[in-house]
């Protein structure tokens, strides 16, 4: 198990250099120059201009950039900053604890959620609750996130005033309960089916039919032999889906104000800041990867015939 597990994270050092590299070269390759992005219409001369050039290292080729990048990040430096002046690190310091509540009470929605409302309808096949689910999250798939956020936001932000329209810098859990709800719907629905079907298929697996012909309860069938092996599929999306949440925040997090990751990932994209955009994908990266391990490892509990060596 300990041999899986370091072997897992030393793979996470190509996936981090191969992931900045990438990004580092397409932020290279954008159109247009980032001082303009930072300074806007103001008159700057030469002089300063060619001075943040240098500052930033932008006359050099990216490959170069991205080396300065990988030394500030492996060595923490407290001097490297973004275009606009301010320290990396801080920035995402301050931007990660909301965004990663926001995907944790998604997540945690979609969990809860998805698997109830996906075993009831496993369960129960065929039936009226499980043709009226199969409908509504084919509906909620259908629908782009975004206009799902502007309706919610207008109902239950605006009109009815039952949460909070936006959250801004001054956030809570409270305030965060409408987007993190905004955030999970498409993955409720995902989820709400792998589940549903997962659980269908397993109610006539050889393994069931034993279990209920030694005479077992009813309830402990479902609990030790159908949600147990049905769960495995489910928990690997869950799982992983923290990692993309936290990256899918963009457009909830601009709808609803969260400055979070998302946002300032936006804005660093804008401004063709490379230093905060690598970062931030950098973060995003080793999220995922993490996620994935610890998915894996409970692949173990939830299955015993699976054993990492």
Request: net charge positive; glycine share 8%.
């Amino acid at each position: 198990m300990w041999w899986y597990v370091a072997k897992r994270l030393l793979q996470t050092i190509p996936v981090f250099l191969g992931a900045t590299l990438i990004i580092y070269a397409l932020v290279f390759l954008r159109p247009g120059d980032p001082i303009n992005g930072l300074i806007g219409n103001k008159p700057v001369s030469d002089e300063v201009r060619q001075a943040i050039r240098d500052q930033y290292h932008m006359n050099d080729f990216f490959l170069v950039q991205w080396l300065y990048f990988l030394k500030d990040v492996v060595t923490f430096n407290p001097d490297f900053v973004g275009l606009d002046g301010q320290p990396v690190f801080e920035k995402i310091r301050n931007a990660l604890p909301v965004t990663a509540t926001l995907a944790l009470m998604a997540l945690l929605m979609d969990a809860i959620i998805g698997i109830v409302v996906g075993t009831i309808a496993g369960l129960r096949r065929n039936g009226w609750f499980d043709s009226i689910t199969l409908v509504i999250s084919l509906i909620l798939l259908s629908i782009p996130i975004f206009v799902v956020g502007f309706v919610l936001q207008f109902l239950f932000g605006v009109k009815f005033a039952i949460f909070s329209a936006t959250v801004g810098g001054d956030w809570t859990v409270g305030k965060l309960l409408l987007p993190a709800f905004v955030l999970a719907i498409a993955n409720i629905a995902t989820t709400t089916r792998l589940t549903r079907t997962s659980v269908a298929n397993n109610m006539t697996a050889d393994h069931v039919r034993t279990a209920r012909a030694k005479g077992l309860p009813e309830g402990a069938v479902i609990r030790n032999h159908v949600l147990r092996n049905s769960l495995v599929p489910v928990v690997t999306y869950i799982g992983i889906n923290l990692g993309s949440l936290m990256a899918g925040a963009i457009i909830t997090e601009g709808i609803f104000n969260v400055q979070g990751i998302g946002n300032l990932a936006f804005q660093a994209v804008n401004r063709g800041d490379a230093p905060v955009t690598v970062a931030v994908v950098a973060v995003m990266v080793m999220i995922y990867v993490f996620m994935s391990l610890i998915v894996d490892l409970l692949y173990a509990v939830l299955d015993p015939r699976i054993r990492y060596v």
